[in-house]
């Protein structure tokens, strides 16, 4: 079992939709951060947070300590938000090497 | 600069070659990473730097593999003897701090493929 677990895998959605992928850890954490990976591979940073809640325009993450749980939101969804969104952590026993999920594959439809 | 430059962009080698890859980080940060995403993989770890020092080697895949870094600024990543299963896209990332405190900027990558 994936010490970091992303759900779903592939997600659809139309434009204006309002989605959520979550992610799961099992491991005790300094930090979660959240991606995006565009098709060409470039990859940006969109969160890094360690309680609590973030919300940067339509984005918004959440994570859950006790619950070792986080979630990604995008609120009225575009189809320029078609992207692969990754879960990462920053293992208390690891220092700064992040540990992945798999990704979530979004793909938005006008 | 304006963000993490790596190169080249794409590399083709033959098996059995040596290659070297360049990340250029932004300037001020001084942790330093080198993750490797292969076809329809996640990423992995390779390396961390923290100035020129890698306190965190753990993830290089075999003795093949070398990084350094100098001027806690330019790092290189050397694979020796190239094989078809490093064919990948080996991604640079810095950040002012650790990945525990500080979010983290990534290059483009460099394509790697080993013919």
């Known amino acids: 079992k994936n010490e970091v677990e992303q759900s779903p895998q592939n997600l659809t959605a139309q434009e204006g939709e309002f989605i959520t992928i979550n992610c799961s850890y099992s491991v005790g954490i300094s930090a979660l951060h959240w991606l995006q990976q565009h098709p060409g591979g470039g990859i940006v940073s969109l969160f890094m947070?360690?309680?609590g809640k973030k919300k940067h325009g339509r984005l918004i993450a959440t994570i859950n300590i006790q619950e070792k749980h986080s979630s990604l939101h995008i609120t009225a969804s575009h189809p320029r938000d078609s992207a692969v969104y990754i879960c990462a952590v920053s293992k208390e026993t690891s220092g700064s090497r992040l540990t992945f999920g798999e990704g979530t594959q979004l793909t938005v439809n006008p | 600069g304006a963000g993490v430059s790596q190169s080249p962009s794409n590399k083709v080698t033959e098996k059995g070659k040596d290659v070297e890859l360049r990340c250029d980080p932004i300037?001020?940060?001084?942790?330093l990473y080198w993750y490797r995403q292969s076809l329809g993989q996640g990423l992995e770890f390779l390396i961390y730097?923290?100035?020129?020092?890698?306190?965190?080697k753990s993830g290089l895949p075999s003795d093949r593999f070398s990084a350094e870094r100098t001027g806690g600024s330019v790092s290189t990543l050397t694979i020796q003897r190239t094989q078809q299963e490093d064919s990948a896209v080996y991604l640079c990332?810095?950040?002012?701090?650790?990945?525990?405190?500080?979010?983290?900027?990534f290059g483009n990558g460099t394509r790697l493929t080993v013919t």
């Open positions: 300037s001020g940060h001084t942790a």
């Open positions: 990332a810095s950040s002012p701090g650790g990945s525990y405190n500080s979010p983290l900027h």
């Open positions: 730097f923290q100035g020129n020092s890698a306190p965190d």
């Open positions: 947070l360690s309680s």
